[in-house]
């Protein structure tokens, strides 16, 4: 297994917001996580992240290639994030900074590993890989010279340079057009063609129905169900996974 949590909880303060999560996800796997505003799951994405604030306290095992993550310094954390586990957010523009150009920004997620040779080539492949057919113009442009679904492309070459194992993404496509939406769903099952594992948060069955092999639903920080792509949509069976499947 690449990734396997193991009776995750998570407390923030005195508020127990995940309970005994368990789940794993291999390498070429999609693994979507759906459930309602609040239900913990971008929680989930920063525990496996190292981002949660300080406050928090976790409990359980969170293995990545066999090692454990949970109480990993903030230096192995540094070697990890961005080369072997990275992240794409749900609003790119708020995670591209304004004041410095796409080629930079695209840059800087190499550099920070591998140095400094070879990076403009590699941040222009990022970006043609990211289905950006213009990479040199793009790579000389600004965040607000780009479209939504443009930005976020930018950020999915950021996540993908280093070639990481695990990519993670919290709710990629809620800012986008239904258009941009299907383009973007794409690029994460070409990812997950090329070997990646994916975990893909989301509370939209209808992401779920264009990318995930398996999906957990989480409700108020517990999972209620694990079930493959096909048997959630045939045959879901807790009453809170099929008040989100008829939402749909
Ligand atoms: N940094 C934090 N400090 C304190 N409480 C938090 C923090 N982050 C999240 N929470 C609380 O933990 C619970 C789970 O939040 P989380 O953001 O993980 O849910 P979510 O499923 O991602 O929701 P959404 O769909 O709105 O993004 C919520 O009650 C939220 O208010
Ligand atoms: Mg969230």
Redesign the pocket.
Known sequence: MLLEVKNLNLW??G?H?LRDINFSINLGEVLCVV??????????L?AIMGL??R??KVSGSIKFKGKELIGLSDNHYRKLRGRHISMVF?EPSAYLDPLFKIGTQVEEAYVAHFGKTGVKEKALQALKDAGIRDAERVYNAYPHHLSGGMKQRVCIAIATICDPELILA??PTTALDVSVQKKILSLFRHLKDKGKAIVL?T?DFGVVAEVADRVIV?KD?VIVEEKDVFNIFDNPEHPYTKRLLTAL
């Open positions: 923030y303060g508020k917001t459930g309602e505003s609040g239900s913990g799951k971008s929680s989930i920063s949660l604030p406050y928090a749900q919290d709710e948060v509370h989480l920080g």
